[in-house]
Every structure is written in structure tokens, then in C-alpha cells.
């Protein structure tokens, strides 16, 4: 630590990285979802929580059971890619913390707690782990498009029935068309969202 | 893109990387808080929302406003960090939406829908962006230490009182002591979380 990264690899995880929406006919190994998974765990969550649960819908089987649940923006995108990733969160994570974070009695700090703790408390360490997921799948050379449009109750039960899970979104994996994309949209500068103090 | 970046690169940013509670007397640039958040705001969120919103508590002055709002575990690696970051999303992102995604009316999706539906949507896309904070962090050559344990309504008070801005999570700034770092907490394996179908 200490030295920032090489410039290379900047680009790779943020300067040159953009959301794809077109994607090259070129498939996505499993060991590659495999690997972006190693990385993703790695990522900190709030007493080591580790909500965020993860179904890569690869096989044209399951591309159909996902695309009517899309909204129709996402549909043509979701169905050319070769992987769509699910990531979801477990509305029961407190079941694992007596292995996860060993050294305190951490289950009970949530057993029995309302819902809209727990579920924020998922949402918030859960989505942690689903940019984690974003960038480590970018630092492993694959590209990505994130979405948010989609029916979650309908995803839930296709692809999460019988589980504490909940879907948090979605995620399209493979290597993007470079000649299909769109300028940047405008971000915000350092003053008008930072302050030092 | 195509290729993992290099290992040292994957070592930086997620393999050796650690949460730190012990810091080193050294202290962190202003401009390497802004080159934070340049990177920051590269990553994706669902219609180029970019609602997080970042105070850098660095003066003596702005941290004993923060101490006495966190947890007592929370305190003292404050004290010692040389920054903590509050990091926050604007409840109102929505009415940034004509510039940051001109080419659809996004702002009429989110404008007047009830809480709920904008607290997490806020706070799924904040936490996103809280997650590339950390990692564009680690990879500017930091090290980081992430909490969830303060006073939320009294650190939104403090430091952003007045505005639509909610506080979500801290996270110390410095360079970490490795000596203090105890072995890293276990974390799940692909098959306990994940499924490729």
C-alpha cells in the first residue's frame, strides 16, 4: 500500500470502465464467475455480514425465465449478453455471524430485530458487495451493465422461492462493443458534492 | 479490457487488502481526498442517480464534533485516523436529474413517489458509490476502515443539517500500522452463495 495502482489499471476499474449495453459473441468461462466471486467476499461489510447472494443466469433455459421480468429496456440488452448476474441479499444473514464474526456474539444484535432494520441493514452491506462485485469484474477484464429495472417480487420467487433472499439488481456480464458506445454522462465535481472540514 | 489487471493491482484493491483500526503519525493530502472522489463518481448508478454526498472530518475541530456521535468501539481509531469520511446520499438526488441524465425526464420517475421508494433508492445507489469510494481509496494507495456503528439522526444534524442529505456510513482515512492487523475474518466460498444456472 501506500503508492497508487499503475495507470493501466486505474483505467481498467474506473477511468476507461463504462456500462455496456452491447456485447461481442464471445462467452463468459465459469471459472471467470467463480473468480469474481473470490474477489467480491473479500470487499468489508459491517461485522464481516456478507448478505449479498449471487445467480448467474447463463443457460438459455433461464434467460427466459428472467427476461418477461425485466422492464422492456433491459430485455434485448440482458438476453445478447452472455451471463446476467442476480445479485441478491439474505434477509437472514445473522444466522451465518457466529462463523463469519467469530469473536462477538453479532447474531444477536440482529435476531428479532424489525424489518426495516434488518432490511436496511441487508440493503446497505449487500450493496457493498454488489460494487465490489461491479469492480471485480472489471479488474478481471469483463464488462459490465448494471440495472435497476426489473419486477423484484417476480425475481424473488422465480429465482430466490423459499428463501429469506431478496433480489437487489441485476448486473449483465461479458465484453461490451466498444463502437456501441455513448459519451460519459456528466458527473459531479469534488466542490458540489464534498466538503472538507 | 479483455484481461485481469495486474496482480499487484488485484493484491491493492482486494486480495491484501484490510480494514484498519491502528494508524500510522502520516498524514493524507487534500488532493488526494479530491482524487477520491474524481474516481468516486466514475462508477455506475441506476440512471446516473449519483446521489452520495462526502464530508472529510479532518481538522481537530470537526472531529470533536464526530467523536461523542459514534459508538464507543468506534471512538478512539477515529480520534487517531487522520481523516474520517461521513459519507451521505441527498434524499432530493432526483432534482439533479436534467443535467446528470438529460436525454430522459428521470426526474418525473422519482419527484413525489412516497419515502420508502426514494430512501432506498437512494440508499442502494449511495451505498454503491460508497463501495467505489473504497475501493478508489485503497487504489489511490490508502487504507481504509469502514463503520456502520454512530448516531445517524445526530451526525445528519451536525453535519448536514439543513440539507436532504442522510448520513449511511463512515469510513477512516490514513495508512494502516500491518502490525496491528489481526488474521482477516473467514468469508463464504462461491458454492455457499452463489449458483450458475
Avoid at 461481442?24 to 447472494?53: H, M, Y
Avoid at 429465482?159 to 459531479?188: E, I, Q
Wanted: a positive charge; proline letters at 7%.
Amino acid at each position: 500500500m501506500g503508492r497508487p495502482i499503475v495507470a493501466e489499471c486505474l483505467d481498467q476499474i474506473f477511468l476507461k470502465a463504462r456500462t455496456h449495453t452491447k456485447w461481442q459473441d464471445r462467452p463468459v468461462a465459469d471459472d471467470l464467475l467463480r473468480r469474481i466471486i473470490d474477489l467480491t467476499v473479500l470487499g468489508p461489510t459491517s461485522a464481516n455480514q456478507s448478505p449479498a447472494r449471487f445467480v448467474f443466469v447463463k443457460s438459455p433455459e433461464a434467460k427466459l425465465r428472467l427476461i418477461p421480468l425485466l422492464s422492456e429496456g433491459n430485455r434485448a440488452k440482458t438476453l445478447a449478453a452472455p451471463v446476467c448476474a442476480i445479485i441478491g441479499y439474505d434477509m437472514k444473514f445473522y444466522d451465518h455471524l457466529p462463523r463469519l464474526f467469530p469473536h462477538e456474539n453479532a447474531k444477536a444484535w440482529f435476531e428479532g430485530k424489525g424489518a426495516s432494520v434488518l432490511e436496511t441493514t441487508a440493503l446497505r452491506n449487500g450493496t457493498l458487495q454488489g460494487a465490489y462485485f461491479i469492480i471485480a469484474a472489471r479488474a478481471l477484464g469483463l464488462d459490465t451493465g448494471p440495472m435497476s429495472g426489473f419486477d423484484q417480487a417476480g425475481v424473488d420467487l422465480e429465482f430466490f422461492g423459499g428463501t429469506p433472499v431478496k433480489s437487489n439488481f441485476l448486473c449483465n456480464l461479458g465484453y461490451g462493443d466498444p463502437a456501441a458506445l455513448r459519451p460519459r454522462l456528466p458527473r459531479f465535481v469534488f466542490d458540489e458534492i464534498s466538503a472538507i472540514v
